[in-house]
């Protein structure tokens, strides 16, 4: 981290601010709205870092001004970098940083609608998060906006991208699709078969999540942490803890932070079973879509007797766990993951033999290592397309730094590494679990964790099963909530799915989706 | 090359059917035969004689579903608001809430799931048509579904998916799920109705034919749950369309939203 210091000192030296390092990995750098571009060019070209978050804040009662925080990891080392400047209310506008960090997009139209900053010179100003529905002059996400406040409909705008030419047309799918999924709505501009552009226009589950934290105390937060992705419960309040857990200062105990590692591994299997399923649905291959269902259905059976909810529900709590989940119950768990693992060693030897199977998925759906670094392609999608990262390895936490195991790092980024990442994944999360059963020591689960000084921030992260799960918390006054940036998987990887179906044709769509299978609620909130 | 090809094939053919047939029945006879209900966690319930009204449960209820009657001195959950955290239970100093493993909570009013009546009493319930036993008779022969997701954290979407699984096989009982509205019997709605997805669920309601049935699904579409009075949401489904049965839950068990499915038709 000291090097990236010395580093930035010597190439902006009188166009940084002041800096400060928090939490141990997370440096913190003050610097002027109009050297943004400049900082972040250097950090992605010259540092290796990856934009994964962008937020605004309304700091206006603090300081007087509008915050911009511009997240940056650097896998490599293991350290967050974060820009902030600082907007003034009267010229509430920044420069854009899309041209060049095509990753920023959607974080600036995001608090253009929230927040009602302009990022100037933003090369795709529309509205993404009300489809135009909102008054011109209410921004959501400013502290003098009433969360209850339900201002009329507007007019919804159609302001697809168009693609014109002789025998091109569209097709609009959605928000109410033909199976039982979330709502999103996707525009495919088509020619003959395959598919020029597809739009997915989102945002129609968008609850306000951030604005209903903004002043909930610390415990009930968490239940809303728990509710943004109804599958990822567990990554998301772990990633919720975890920046608790920072600001309050508290080590883990060890027998909590192995329990939330074995429920971490566990929702992981689960949702790629799952995954799995929803794969060989889209390929109409029954056998094997029930077979992995059963198997999900197991993962469910073995999660509700461990913690009474299926979900993974009501067990993290900021501190530790809520009761010793595990106890006593190791050989019941060993037991489970074994008749899983052979069911699974059995069902995928089938699946793979299976040449008309095969022949669906391989070479469908390319993402390209290039597009997938630049969109910030996260999770088993990433790793698919060559980008070989994982949190787990990078930023530990919940010692995960105590255990040894593998990533799995395919190249062709097709349907097919996908699938193989998440079948690889589901081995290794089952022979983290068994590791983490020898390993766990007795003890206390919970340390209890204090009052919050108020004004405080940390990132807490997490590897949900979708990939990098990254949550941006700061308290306010009376251990409640000032400020809560949550920033799903989903949010990087949908961006990535429109690109790699391109090319493809229209039935391949729902394969190629199935694949990533990503969350709306997660990228709406 | 071709030898091997077919003799593959064989081998796939032969393993598929070896698995068919090794395990026998998946299927769990709910709700011909009660559930185990060993390790479920269903309604939170306050045991009054043991409890000294000290508000602490009422402070930390996340989605603040528990009320007191000041005139009686009586305190009791909404299920219709509650999302089943139980962090009620955890926090009580004289341990006065039990967790019972009832999951079969489905109601035709919701009045039925409130300890404290309604503040705005729903209009749209008063004028919510019953539907003629007849009616629901000939749909307890088949029922075809149409599901809706008004802004759910996808949860309960997933419960419902399970509904499809092995282990509970919705089709045994004449009921499946279809992919237009057009074609629907019965809408299951989860989710608080986010405002972008408003207009979405009318247009879907109008284009069910009648008669039809609505049932909401999970906590948000009951009473808004844990998103209750946010700007983008409406607070449950039943703001904006009559609901014939009510499934509390957060999410519900495929079990408890079967339950649901065969209240609406008057099968359980």
Known sequence: MQATID????????????????????LYLEIDPINIQEFCIHLQKDLEGTLVSLFANDERQLNGNFALYYVWAIRRSGFFVVLKTQLKPDNPVFQSITTPIYAANLYEREIKDLFGLIPEGHPDPRDLCFHGNWPQDLYPLRKDFDTFNQPTHTKTIDDFQRVAGEGVYEIPVGPVHAGIIEPGHFRFSVAGEPIINLEARLHYVHKGIEKLAEGLSIDKCLYLSERISGDETFANSLAYCHAIEKIAGIELSPRAAYTRLVFAELERLTSHLGDLAGICVDVAYGFAAYQFRMLRGWCYI????????????????PGGVRQNFLHNKEKQIIDAIARIKKELNETVKILKTNALFIDRIENTGILTINAARDLNTVGPPGRASGLHFDLRKNFPYSNYNLLDFQIPKHLNGDVN?????????????????????????QGETIRRIGNLDPYQSALGYSEAPRGENIHWVMTGENNTIYRYKIRTPS???????CWAVNGNIVPDFPLINKSFNLSYAGNDL | MLETTSKLKGDVMFNSFKKILQYRRLTLKYPMKPLDTTFVYGKPEINTSTCNLCRECMDHCPSKAIAINSQNNMIGINIDECIFCYHCADICPVSAITITSNFELAVQKRSDLRFSPLETEKQLEEIAKAIETRSRRIFGRSLQIREVDAGSCNGCDYEINGLNNPFNDLER????????????????????????????????YEATPDPKLVVAVGACAISGGIFKDSYAVRNGVDTLLPVDVYVP????????????????????
């Open chain 1, 7 to 26: 580093n930035l000192k010597h190439t902006f030296p009188e166009k940084l601010n002041t800096y400060h390092i928090q939490h141990t990995n997370e």
């Open chain 1, 491 to 497: 949010f990087c990887n949908w961006p990535a799915l």
């Open chain 1, 302 to 317: 073995l999660v509700e007797e461990l913690a009474h909810s299926r979900f993974l529900r009501n067990i993290n709590t």
């Open chain 2, 249 to 268: 839950g957060c999410p519900p068990r495929p079990q408890a939203i079967l339950y649901g499915i065969l209240k609406a038709l008057d099968r359980v």
């Open chain 1, 417 to 441: 590494c996908r699938i193989n990442v998440k079948i690889e994944e589901c081995y290794i999360s089952m022979e983290i679990i068994l590791k983490t059963l020898e390993l766990m020591p």
């Open chain 2, 173 to 204: 009982f004449g009921i499946h799920f279809v992919s237009s509205p057009r074609h629907a019997d019965m809408l299951l709605v989860t989710g608080p109705v986010t405002r972008n997805m408003e207009n979405a669920l009318l247009r879907t």
